[in-house]
Nanobody
Framework: QVQFVESGGGLVQPGGSLRLSCAAS????????MAWYRQAPEKQRELVAR???????NYGDSVKGRFTISRDNAMNTVYLQLDNLKPEDTAVYYC??????????????WGPGTQVTVSS
């Protein structure tokens, strides 16, 4: 049974920081690319950051230089450090795990989401 436990969301003032965590179980974590997406009200879900199984990182343009993704394969956990937060970062943040084996269909799993609200 695949399960994700996300934590670390909450209410923070502009300029503040948060650290999101996503602990995965039921998958071979080190095989998967892990990512964080977010979705604000009435907007499409967008990629925030991705880290490959080999540790290569990619970021959405709006968060470059402010957010940092990392992973701990021993703990089956991916993290997202959010610094210098802005009101436009307010959204539900979702953890994603993706693996495309050489044969067969890809595996694509989502966490339940954690709310981040940036407001004074």
């Amino acid at each position: 049974q695949v399960q994700f436990v996300e934590s670390g969301g909450g209410l923070v003032q502009p300029g503040g920081s948060l650290r999101l965590s996503c602990a995965a179980s039921g998958i071979s974590f080190s095989r998967y690319a892990m990512a964080w997406y977010r979705q604000a009200p009435e907007k499409q879900r967008e990629l925030v950051a991705r880290i490959s199984h080999g540790g290569i990182k990619n970021y959405g343009d709006s968060v470059k230089g402010r957010f940092t993704i990392s992973r701990d394969n021993a703990m089956n956990t991916v993290y997202l450090q959010l610094d210098n937060l802005k009101p436009e970062d307010t959204a539900v943040y979702y953890c994603n795990a993706y693996w495309a084996p050489s044969k067969g269909s890809p595996f694509d799993y989502w966490g339940p989401g954690t709310q981040v609200t940036v407001s004074s």
